[in-house]
């Protein structure tokens, strides 16, 4: 079977590095649904803020937290494109103010008057509240008070369980803003790789666009960069959802395999070889926790009283459970990255990260291949035993240089508002 199937120095040179990327440009958001999320993010923000609501003037700031702020989002669900966004909103309140009074704030402020924008399509949640769309896209905004006197947008969040009234409310400290900015430091970019993933995702919407709307491919910008190690989050992440998709109980929280995955980046040459050693490094730490008899217990590191694990794992046999997950995860890694034939990984891709994205990619391959094959465009690679093929996108149209333009950055972090005395 062909090792290779990109152009020869491609960091997708290897058929598992190749299919890897592209189903983790299948279970992502597209440009389209990104530049959606932009829209209704803004929308929100203003609609919190507007005149006649409960928190007219009160939005200090509105800013991205979690997987939409490192560019790690995925769909949620196995089955179908369904997609949370998380925000914070920073609200000029009294320090005094309960939870339950926060949170019921902000449910008024978002929720309206019937026959408005969001009534009706408003959840009250334990920390934050949630906008539903009919397309399956979830903003969810979490409330939070600046704590004064610290670090850069460290906050008061909220807890408060409506539907049991009798469950201590209570407050803890986060500061999602300086976890994004840490993830970032500690996750730089690869130019090489990041700019032969923006072709390819590229190649991949073009060709969707043009499939479903059957009209001229307009001109597009890219998906964002992105590094090795945001791309194996947002795998591990579609694999966790799998594991837990009909498991009672909280799961593996997203900003807990953040953090880890951070703090293991930067050690690896291939997307292949980084996912195995970031599903290595989150075995060893769950094995030292159980070796030692405890938890585990992870805080992000620009502010030790935002305990990451403060709600999962809940038991010892909760992280028994992801422990023997993380085991199997990675036996089925080595299988891939051994003399594994197509159909083979196909298998254990599918069982991994889903039906969809993982057959999309291995039928996008074999096509591929194929193409490049009667054209006469393969190409032997002595000492590999393996077919270079110069695609970018599998079974997409290849994409110059000249025409991939880059993302401008948008962090939607804004700005502060200069308050007027109320």
Known sequence: MSKFISRPGSPFDGVLDSLLADISIRIQLSQTDYAKAVDRYEAVNSWIDRKGSP???????????????????????????????????????????????????????????????????????????????????HIDVTPAIRRTHTPERESWIFHHRAEASEEQSFLYIANPYGFAEWFETSTPLDAHFSDAYIERATAYEQMAFAAAESEPVPTQQPVS???????????????????????????????????????????????????LHQARNLLAVFQAADRDGRLVHVTNPVCDEDVLTDRWPESSQCQRQFLHDLEHLILQLERLDSDCDLPGMKEILVNLFGEAPAASAVTAFGEGMGQAIQAGQSQHRPGFGGLVIPAIGLGAPAVTAGSVRTTPAHTFYGEERTKQPC
């Open 225 to 275: 960069r992105k590094s090795k190690a945001v791309i194996v989050l947002q795998l591990l992440k579609r694999w966790r959802n799998l594991c837990y998709g009909d498991r009672a109980g909280r799961r593996p929280p997203s900003i807990l395999l953040s953090r880890l995955i951070a703090d293991a980046a930067n050690h690896t040459d291939s997307l292949s070889e980084e996912l």
């Open 55 to 137: 928190l007219e003037d009160r939005v200090v700031v509105f800013y991205p937290q979690g997987s939409m702020a490192i560019g790690a989002v995925i769909a949620t669900r196995a089955t179908s494109d369904e997609f949370d966004l998380d925000v914070v909103a920073q609200l000029d309140l009294p320090s005094w103010v309960t939870p339950q009074q926060v949170l019921d704030l902000l449910f008024k402020a978002i929720n309206g008057e019937t026959g408005s924008r969001y009534h009706g399509k408003v959840r009250r949640r334990t920390r934050c509240v949630t906008v539903e769309y009919a397309d399956n896209m």
